[in-house]
């Protein structure tokens, strides 16, 4: 079981699936949000897009708008990427939204929104800064490949900068859901800074990606093996294949491929922060729209399997061989459980039109198939793979020739025998 924390921030356990946002000045070259560290641009060239960037399109109402429709609880925004621009009003850099031709603050804008419709707000903060000139850029990963004439390279300044900026972002937004630090590959080491943003924003959620200790994991991009986390995590991961912001000839995912990654993160116990990357005028790509759309009624259909449950696929057995030791049944399931009632989460399109749930030999009241609210047929018996076993839990009539583009969640409703 995940440890919980035992305080306000076990908020986190109720919401499981948010919104990541990556924009800002690299939306309009449209490549990639590092497109300083991996295309072929100069920092001076890439500083001139201040001076283009007016999202006048940008409407926060309709971002959250897309974020509940599609399921999602809170809302997780870049104020500064690697480029070190940032999309608030700082008094500590001049390279901010506010000298741009669109010239409003854009995080005030959000945070006014989310606060009055009661939509949980986090920020996310880089660490490497490819802009200003006391970061460390050495030309480790995700980093600058050296200083440029002018630049003072100094930890300690940048880091009371880094202070600076974090105290206004606490001080000046409202409540704070979470903030997200990334890429610490300087290794800067001052627990202080967290322990400031506690003291500002008490209840505050902490990643552990910062210059202290956090609260949660943050694997991205790839789903971690197992069936079950062991600590407060929270995965990331984009629409996009290439990139986090926008990319104009972006390679988007299957929605089935986001669904499969969604259910085992969820299933597993962790949170889920799916990303877009909207464009240089503020709306999101209509790719990410309808992919919010699909993935969000599935969501819908299946989400009372991920509120209020904990994993519990140690119920079934993970692989099932016959006797030359060839696995027989390679149906993938993870399992959550609420009380009575278990549901069967298949990440990967079962094989037949059946699953086999072995040791269970318990038959429950009831068989649902959330997705459409179809009961199955369920029966305790032996199988013909399996004729040398005793009987077992199989569900039957699974519609896998028509429902072949989301992931299907079953709900097995049992009587208190299941917990005996």
Not at 209 to 236: I, L, M, N, Q
Not at 263 to 287: C, H, Q, S, T, W
Not at 305 to 313: K, L, M, Q, R, S
Request: aromatic share 12%.
């Amino acid at each position: 079981m995940i440890r919980r924390f035992k305080d306000e921030r076990d908020v986190f356990f109720q919401r499981r699936f948010g919104l990541f946002i990556h924009w800002g000045l690299y939306a309009i070259p449209a490549w990639h949000e590092q497109i300083l560290w991996r295309g072929k641009i100069k920092r001076k060239d890439y500083e001139q897009y201040v001076h283009q960037f007016n999202p006048i399109d940008f409407n926060p109402d309709e971002w959250i708008d897309y974020a509940e429709q599609a399921g999602m609880q809170y809302i997780c925004f870049t104020t500064k990427h690697h480029d070190g621009f940032c999309l608030w009003n700082t008094q500590y850099t001049d390279y901010n939204v506010m000298n741009t031709p669109y010239g409003k603050d854009i995080l005030g804008m959000l945070a006014e929104a989310c606060h009055r419709r009661g939509f949980p707000l986090s920020l996310y903060y880089s660490l490497p800064d490819w802009h200003h000139p006391n970061y460390p850029n050495r030309g480790r990963h995700h980093e600058m490949f050296g200083p440029r004439p002018g630049d003072d390279q100094d930890s300690e300044k940048y880091l009371q900068f880094v202070r600076n900026q974090v105290r206004e972002l606490c001080t000046q937004y409202g409540p704070i859901y979470q903030l997200f630090w990334d890429v610490n590959v300087a290794e800067f080491h001052d627990p202080s800074i967290n322990e400031m943003v506690r003291s500002l924003q008490p209840g505050i959620l902490i990643n552990d990606r910062g210059p202290g200790p956090g609260d949660y994991s943050t694997p991205e991009r790839h789903v971690p093996a197992g069936t079950e986390f062991h600590k407060p995590t929270e995965a990331c991961q984009a629409f996009g294949r290439e990139s986090w912001g926008y990319k104009e000839d972006e390679d988007y995912y299957s929605h089935l491929f986001i669904m499969q990654s969604l259910d085992r993160i969820l299933a597993m116990g962790g949170n889920y922060l799916l990303n877009v990357g909207p464009k240089a005028n503020g709306k999101f790509p209509e790719e990410n729209i309808e992919a919010l759309q699909k993935i969000g009624e599935w969501y819908h259909s299946v989400k009372e399997a991920f509120e209020n449950t904990y994993p519990a696929t140690d119920l079934v057995e993970k692989d099932q061989m016959n006797m030359t030791g060839h696995i027989v049944d390679r149906d993938e399931v993870l399992l959550t459980k609420r009380d009575n009632t278990v549901y069967v989460h298949l990440p990967r399109a079962p094989q037949s039109t059946s699953i086999l749930l072995k040791p269970l030999d318990r038959l429950p009241k009831k068989a649902v198939l959330l997705n459409n609210q179809q009961e199955l047929e369920a029966r305790v018996d032996i199988t013909p793979w399996a004729w040398k076993e005793k009987p077992h839990l199989r569900i039957r009539n699974l519609p896998v020739n028509e429902l072949t583009g989301s992931v299907l969640v079953i709900k097995l409703e049992f009587d208190d025998s299941i917990n005996e």
